[in-house]
């Protein structure tokens, strides 16, 4: 009984992606602002702040037996990391224009070192059989998804015309670690923490 158990466990998957979490100052700080949007702009669902992220890569769905080889694959890769700044940026959308699919923003400061992180982890993850996207890396953070349209009074301004241009509080930050993440689905927030990788 006890060794099905195991097994079942063992052969069991995760949905897994690794990420740069947004210390608690700087996810409020961006709630007020998506707060300011969402009175203006309608999209079908908007990131919970406890889930604002910047995905370094996507894994997919994982053995859970597997999880710990990727856990000493990431805590390598970090290891040999220095802490860098980051800061929020403008506002950005994917998808038609008039007709977003997504509504993120941006992130400026150390880009250089970001890319770079981003980098050693899809090299530290690759022996494991998990392979980079094929789409350039574009660090950003999801505030909301699948546009519906302006909200009454907003129609002729255009999506552009409402977002607000500056951060309404804490927009900067040091990364000091990458947290691998597993999906929840229907559960808020949705993004549970497996571990963290400090850097060195």
Known sequence: MNNQS???HSSRRERLF???RLPVAVQQSLQMDARLVQ???DFRKWTDHRDYHITLQFLGDTLVSDIGHLRKALRSAASGFQPFELQLSDWG???LEEAPKVLWKGVSGE???LFSLQKQIV???SPLGYEAEL???APHITIARKYLGQLPGNENKGISGVLPEHSTGVNSW???DIVLYVTRLGQSPMYEVVDTFTFS
Do not use: C, S
Request: proline content about 4%.
């Open 6 to 8: 195991h097994q079942d």
């Open 18 to 20: 690794v990420a740069i």
């Open 39 to 41: 009175n203006k702009l």
């Open 93 to 95: 959308t994917f998808g």
């Open 111 to 113: 880009i250089e070192r």
């Open 123 to 125: 090299q530290a993850t």
């Open 135 to 137: 789409r350039p890396y």
């Open 174 to 176: 040091t990364v000091e």
